[in-house]
């Protein structure tokens, strides 16, 4: 069995409107909405690789602050287990681009129709994790920095 391991993260940002919204992507393959992140590179932590991809991904810089990490496992293919590891930061940067040939669309959804978009049940765990982290203590989730 071949090991993979990934790192991304829920970006969050507080719109004018008080409404949180949260950082989607929308890969030229497969087309279904997810949230940024990618695999890990050598001599790379956890949070390099999240703050590496979800920038690559997206043009957008964060910061993890918090203590939110959620993992999720499955199997992408025959004889492949995936872990993915997830961060929560929310940022005030509102400009996004989606990485040239490799992301269709980058995209700002209002937290509470998230789910609703999303095809992988992984996906909805973690937000789900997420949204109760926000509700337990929203300051957990401190306002990032822009780097």
């Given at each position: ?8 993260a829920?970006?969050l940002?507080?719109?004018k409107?008080?409404?949180d919204?949260?950082?989607?992507i929308?890969h030229?393959?497969?087309?279904n909405?997810?949230f940024?992140?990618?695999?890990m ?5 956890e949070h390099?690789?999240a703050?590496r991809?979800v ?7 964060i910061?993890?602050r918090s203590?939110?990490?959620?993992t999720v ?15 929560l930061?929310?940022?005030?940067q ?8 490799e ?11 998230a ?8 996906d909805k765990v ?6 109760e982290e926000?509700?337990?203590d929203p ?6 920095e822009?780097?």
């Amino acid at each position: 069995m071949t090991y993979e391991k990934s790192c991304g993260a829920l970006v969050l940002r507080r719109g004018k409107d008080e409404v949180d919204y949260i950082l989607m992507i929308r890969h030229r393959r497969g087309g279904n909405l997810s949230f940024p992140k990618g695999h890990m590179e050598r001599g790379e932590n956890e949070h390099m690789t999240a703050l590496r991809e979800v920038y690559e991904e997206t043009g957008v810089r964060i910061r993890i602050r918090s203590s939110f990490r959620k993992t999720v496992h499955y199997t992408p293919s025959p004889g492949v287990s995936k872990e993915v590891v997830y961060f929560l930061c929310r940022t005030e940067q509102t400009s996004i681009r989606p990485r040239e040939g490799e992301i269709a669309e980058v995209l700002w959804m209002p937290v509470g129709e998230a789910e609703a978009n999303l095809a992988h049940e992984n996906d909805k765990v973690v937000l789900r994790a997420a949204i109760e982290e926000m509700k337990s203590d929203p300051m957990l989730i401190p306002q990032g920095e822009l780097i």
